[in-house]
């Protein structure tokens, strides 16, 4: 059974991404047997909304924030196996589409019709 909801439309604006009702989150398969979860603790944001109603989401996150919770796995995380972060700490982020869930459509970053926007610079 599939239902349909209906989200409300978007305002045309910019916003700051709220740090402290967001998450940068991850999940990978490791070893095929399980799942491992991490986030990055340090980000910056902001979510335009075109005229057209069309989303866009620009970002930058410190990934020397990352963590899963592993002190062991963090470590090997930031080295050249994987982000490198000595060489390359903010990473530039412009996801190719942004869609609200079911746990985020309520937030202003996802409904800017309840926040107010800031000037975009």
């Known amino acids: 059974m599939t ?3 209906a989200l409300p439309e978007l ?3 910019t916003w700051a991404i709220d740090a402290g009702h967001s998450t940068v989150g991850f999940t990978v ?3 095929v047997v399980s799942k491992v979860r991490g ?15 069309t989303p866009t989401v620009d970002a930058e996150i410190d990934v020397t924030s990352i963590t899963t919770d592993n002190a062991q796995r963090d470590g090997h995380l930031k080295t050249a196996d994987f982000f490198e ?8 982020s412009s996801p190719p589409r942004s869609r609200p869930t079911a746990e985020t459509s309520s937030s202003p970053a996802t409904s800017p019709s309840t926040a107010s926007p800031t000037p975009s610079t």
Do not use: M, S, Y
């Open 85 to 92: 972060v000595e060489k390359f700490p903010p990473r530039h």
């Open 29 to 31: 398969r490791h070893l």
């Open 11 to 13: 305002t045309a604006g």
């Open 39 to 53: 986030r990055f603790q340090a980000f910056t944001g902001t979510i335009t909304v075109a005229e057209d109603g």
């Open 3 to 5: 239902t349909a909801i």
